[in-house]
């Protein structure tokens, strides 16, 4: 099957750790992307890439960091800059920057 | 950016045609309209999108005013599993030739039985 891929589902880490979020697609899609979603709020654009070894800040980049050196993997890491990591985070991708993206099931971090 | 603004909550009955509004008045000539939902705890879902013209397509349609500063999203036939929230969003592109997306808050549709 086709899609995306996060993992885990759910994660918890004890402040001041760096976390790292996994998200795989095999749709062969160039474009990735990183959101947050906070309860009862739409999501916020964290980081994005167009192609392998290039990307772009989003809205709310400081205190996460990324990298693309393969098509399919975008890994998300949220550093202890962070000040406030708990959320769901949600990774996309789209056949290009005109496309729609597919997202996900995402990763709901806690951090204690 | 080009902002949406949706209503915050709508009920439908199951079976009936839910309608979802959105306003898009600031929307540039080449930006597109699409529609995601997100099922509680889950990722968002593409439904559909469209320029200028109405679109259909096997999960919904979609009306848009000739002035493009509005749309409606319709779910034909409600069902249960349609309850969810639905976002409208418009397409930018910036000077460096990337895609930027921005999700508002959303239409939290609620399909009663």
């Known amino acids: 099957d086709g899609g995306i891929t996060q993992s885990p589902k759910y994660l918890f880490r004890k402040e001041g750790q760096n976390v790292t979020l996994s998200c795989e697609q095999n749709?062969?899609?160039?474009?990735m992307y990183w959101y947050r979603q906070d309860p009862g709020q739409g999501l916020r654009l964290i980081y994005y890439?167009?192609?392998?070894?290039?990307?772009q800040k989003g809205d709310i980049a400081e205190g996460y960091s990324v990298s693309r050196e393969k098509k399919e993997s975008f890994p998300l890491t949220v550093t202890s800059a962070q000040k406030n990591p708990t959320a769901f985070y949600l990774c996309?991708?789209?056949?290009?920057?005109?496309?729609?993206?597919?997202f996900g099931p995402g990763t709901r971090l806690t951090v204690t | 950016d080009a902002k949406t603004t949706q209503p915050t909550s709508m009920d439908c009955a199951e079976g009936r045609a839910a309608n979802l509004p959105c306003n898009h008045s600031?929307?540039?000539?080449?930006?597109?309209v699409y529609w995601y939902r997100q099922i509680h705890s889950q990722g968002p879902q593409y439904i559909i999108h469209?320029?200028?013209n109405n679109e259909t397509n096997e999960m919904a349609s979609l009306i848009i005013t000739e002035d493009r500063k509005s749309s409606t999203l319709i779910l034909p036939h409600a069902t249960l599993r349609d309850t969810a929230v639905y976002y409208c969003i418009v397409r930018v592109i910036n000077s460096g030739g990337y895609q930027k997306v921005t999700f508002g808050t959303g239409t939290k549709l609620q399909v009663i039985p």
């Open positions: 600031t929307i540039s000539g080449n930006e597109y």
């Open positions: 749709l062969n899609h160039d474009a």
């Open positions: 890439s167009q192609i392998v070894n290039d990307f």
């Open positions: 469209g320029l200028k």
């Open positions: 996309a991708s789209s056949i290009s920057r005109e496309g729609e993206q597919y």
